[in-house]
């Protein structure tokens, strides 16, 4: 956006999108009559979108602060202190039982206990080997998106309408047309589902381990039979220690035996160990049972993260690699985890599943209030993550499409802070991927025809590849914010061409009332990136914008617009901007004006009435496009007054909302028109008495343009027409010369508001004086000589242009303000003294027979140089 436009609202490129584009308000604009061109612009780091400030340092705080997944992480916490609690016990009651139970005292123990502490060993074995294997198996069944045998289902009813449809193609013959529609629409689903299966691995969750088993032994089931086992386990484990310690028989000792002394105390240890081992591993069942069951802690912290019904998967993965890294490391290690490291580690993976789990988190958070400034933050600061998701953006297998269209929509966030964008910009390639985005896949000069079409099959094709090509778009607009990017998107071979290709419309879209909003948009967003590069300031700016102009489709598709686009003023608006800033170049200048119905179109939009008051803005950006064609363009004003619209213009000086840029216009007419051209000129006296009043307001930008016009007109009346502006304006010489002089007193020093106020003032002030001696007088008696001077010691390079690139002047203007002011100050000292030296030298005021004319001097200086002799 350029520098008038609003806080951006980046949108969300699924079928509903959310746009940035707000457009500055047209009251605002019509009255600040701010302009892109001709007032400087200081240079902002501005990024389109949230700045990286500290600004809301204190929100972004508190917002990363609270994160969902801690629920997890202190859950899998807790789970793992009971897990290793219940293995430490363990460990020491198998260390027990075969140090000192069955290794002491094998021979002494009794057939009864023998056994059974031999059966809890082996239960215990199982129970520990099915734990440590249960996680594993788990993270396994969670890589499937689909519940058990589904998929199969699905593989084995495509292929049974495969056939169905093979067999109805035989007999059945349909007509060409239609049956090619059909079974592109048909093979395409097959084909969809084909890719998605046709991988050359297995998918872990659907591997059978037993021939003819089928979904019994699928791996996803595995992780449910080991948790049974578990459970039947340690509940055998609590029954037969319970039991023993409860009978407490373990044999009778006899006198002088000292091998079966210590006998009871131990095996009371070891059924102790077996049994307190046991409780706490169904304490631990107990307690994830409650809080997942129950509680539903996942579906909970699911809902908190905004993921819907497809993330229960996601935070299921989340929860067993953190439980495993605590239960398999340090309980502390789960701690360290969260979501948005979790999917980074996803989407570097080789598996598409994961794949595509890493990029749907890191896509919700990146589009939600709460987690997107923590979630970019961390994704801006790994060169490597960025990296992934670039090469993502190239990914062009349908079965890869959503990961692709998620690593788009985060990019485009990314690209929304400035530094981010400046880092996903300097990838190696970056440009190209980003590139790839905008394939429409056929001829680009009749892309928008064909793309205009009303079946369902073609409609759904034409939007997931406009969804790629908005997203594409969208990057590509937020880096265009910075001076570089601009560069580096110039530079990139044919991704110019290809923004353009996206501006044209045609008359069947732009005239459709129920055009797809999804094809508006593309040209829209289109056309903001092309005035972004068009008014890009500098060297970078103007290469731009010879590239721009020397598209021959670009004025062409703009001329589109503004033929057919009156249902849709926004992009008119976009489209006039665009040629404002291509007109601030010679050549592209000269092809706008030599286009055929520009200036018509241009004239018929700024002069069109009826329209509401908030559509106003497209009249005044056409006005400033006017102005700027017109600027120092010869042929271009002689083309605006073919069209006869001077008397309109002349109309237009009192409407508000058009007097500024009518004023401009006119003041190019009468400027650069050349001198064969006083007759198409004659109507513009006319507007003499507007002007005048105007020079006498308050208003900064009406009165610097009124000022500017005044002089020209009335240098034009002086050579091309007799009669006296004054007469018929109420207005009398010695107001105006007031009102001048007040106005360089307000004005000091250059103001960027109104760069040239004080040079249009010093052009008046020299034709009054030019063109009536007692001028002259009624000047050095209002201290002008003391204002000129304090002018000519403040001057700047901000007075020297006509039209402004940012903070670069262009079409500097021939006359420096440092010569206008010694040319007026030249008529005040000089003229008096000439007048008086002559009467002197002749006794009688010579002077009075000299026509009132510019060259009132140069006589003045003959007369007095033969006195003299």
Not at 204 to 214: A, C, I
Request: with cysteine; proline share 2%; hydrophobic share 40%.
């Amino acid at each position: 956006m350029d520098k008038r436009s609003t806080k951006s609202r980046e949108g969300e490129p699924s079928i509903r999108l959310q746009i940035d584009e707000q457009m500055s308000s047209p009251k605002q604009r019509s009255d600040n009559w701010d302009s892109i061109m001709f007032e400087p612009q200081r240079e902002i780091n501005d990024t389109g979108g949230k700045n990286d400030s500290n600004t809301n340092l204190g929100s972004s705080e508190r917002q990363t602060d609270y994160a969902p997944e801690k629920k997890l992480t202190i859950f899998a916490l807790r789970l793992a202190i009971l897990e290793k609690s219940a293995s430490g016990l363990g460990t020491l009651g198998f260390i027990w039982a075969t140090v000192v139970l069955l290794g002491g005292f094998a021979i002494t123990l009794e057939k009864t206990d023998f056994w059974l502490i031999t059966t809890i060993l082996l239960i215990e074995g199982t129970r520990i080997f099915s734990r440590s294997h249960e996680l594993e198996w788990e993270h396994q069944a969670t890589w499937s998106l689909t519940d058990a045998g589904k998929y199969s289902f699905r593989l084995l009813k495509s292929s049974s309408n495969s056939i169905i449809q093979a067999i109805k193609a035989i007999f059945w013959r349909k007509p060409h047309n239609s049956r090619e529609l059909t079974d592109n629409a048909q093979m395409g689903g097959l084909r969809r589902d084909s890719q998605k299966s046709a991988t050359r691995m297995w998918l872990t969750p659907d591997v059978p381990l037993l021939p003819y088993t089928g979904w019994v032994f699928l791996t996803r089931n595995i992780s449910k039979l080991l948790y049974w086992l578990q459970l039947l386990s340690a509940i055998a484990c609590i029954s037969l220690s319970l039991m023993r310690l409860m009978q407490q028989d373990y044999g009778e000792i006899s006198k002088g035996d000292s091998d079966k002394r210590n006998r009871k105390s131990a095996l009371n240890i070891f059924y102790g160990l077996a049994l307190a081992e046991a409780l706490l591993f169904l304490m631990e069942k107990t307690y994830w049972e409650w809080k997942a069951s129950y509680c539903k802690l996942l579906e909970e912290v699911n809902n908190e993260c905004e993921f819907g019904n497809s993330g229960i998967v996601s935070i299921k993965r989340f929860f067993y690699d953190a439980y495993s890294r605590c239960v398999n490391g340090s309980i502390f290690d789960g701690l360290r985890m969260d979501l948005v490291s979790f999917a980074v580690e996803l989407l570097a993976s080789d598996s598409s599943d994961e794949q595509l789990t890493g990029a749907r988190i890191l896509r919700k958070f990146a589009n939600s209030k709460r987690f997107s400034d923590d979630t970019l933050r961390k994704i801006g600061t790994s060169i490597p993550v960025m990296e992934r998701l670039v090469e993502m953006l190239n990914w062009k297998n349908p079965s890869e499409e959503e990961i692709r269209k998620s690593a788009a929509e985060i990019i485009s966030k990314l690209a929304g802070k400035k530094q981010n964008s400046l880092r996903v910009a300097a990838i190696p390639g970056a440009m190209e991927s980003i590139s790839s985005l905008l394939h429409l896949g056929r001829n680009s000069s009749c892309a928008h025809n064909e793309i205009y079409q009303k079946t369902d099959i073609t409609d759904h094709v034409h939007y997931e590849s406009s969804s790629f090509n908005l997203l594409g778009l969208l990057i590509l607009k937020k880096l265009a914010h910075d001076h570089d990017n601009c560069g580096k998107i110039g530079n990139t071979r044919g991704l110019l061409t290809k923004i353009i290709n996206f501006t044209h419309a045609g008359e069947r879209l732009l005239k459709d009332n129920f055009a797809s909003t999804s094809h508006i948009m593309l040209v829209k967003r289109s056309l903001q990136l092309v005035k972004m590069l068009a008014s890009t300031s500098g060297k970078t700016g103007k290469l731009l914008r010879h590239e721009i102009s020397e598209n021959v489709f670009t004025i062409s598709y703009i001329r589109e617009v503004l033929q057919y686009g009156e249902n849709h003023t926004v992009l008119q608006q976009l489209g006039i901007e665009i040629l404002t800033s291509l007109g601030l170049d010679e050549d592209a200048k000269e092809k706008i004006g030599s286009t055929g119905r520009i200036f018509q179109e241009l004239l018929c939009i700024f002069f069109k009435q009826g329209l509401p008051e908030n559509q106003d803005t497209v009249r005044v950006v056409s006005g400033e496009a006017l102005a700027m064609l017109t600027l120092e363009s010869e042929k271009n004003c002689k083309r605006i007054l073919r069209l006869e619209a001077l008397e309109k213009l002349v109309e237009a000086l009192n409407e508000p909302v058009l007097c500024v840029n009518s004023a401009r216009i006119m003041r190019n007419l009468c400027a650069y028109s050349g001198h064969d051209c006083c007759h198409e000129l004659k109507g513009v006296s006319d507007a003499a008495p507007t002007v005048l009043k105007a020079t006498m307001s308050k208003e900064d930008k009406l009165q610097e343009v009124a000022i500017g016009l005044a002089a020209q007109i009335f240098r034009f009346m002086s050579s091309c027409e007799s009669g006296n502006p004054f007469n018929t304006s109420g207005i009398k010489e010695t107001e105006l010369a007031e009102k001048l002089v007040q106005i360089l007193k307000q004005y000091q020093y250059p103001s960027a508001k109104v760069p040239r106020i004080r040079r249009f003032v010093i052009e008046l002030v020299i034709w009054m004086m030019q063109s009536k001696k007692e001028n002259i007088r009624i000047f050095k008696d209002l201290g002008m000589e003391k204002e000129l001077r304090n002018v000519a010691e403040t001057t700047s390079e901000l007075e020297c242009f006509n039209v402004f690139s940012g903070s670069v002047g262009l079409s500097r203007h021939k006359t420096t303000v440092y010569s206008l002011v010694d040319t007026a100050l030249k008529l005040i000292t000089d003229g008096q003294v000439l007048k008086w030296s002559f009467v002197r030298a002749h006794g009688f005021n010579r002077l009075a027979m000299v026509p009132d004319s510019p060259f009132c001097l140069a006589l003045l200086l003959e007369d007095a140089g033969s006195c003299a002799g």
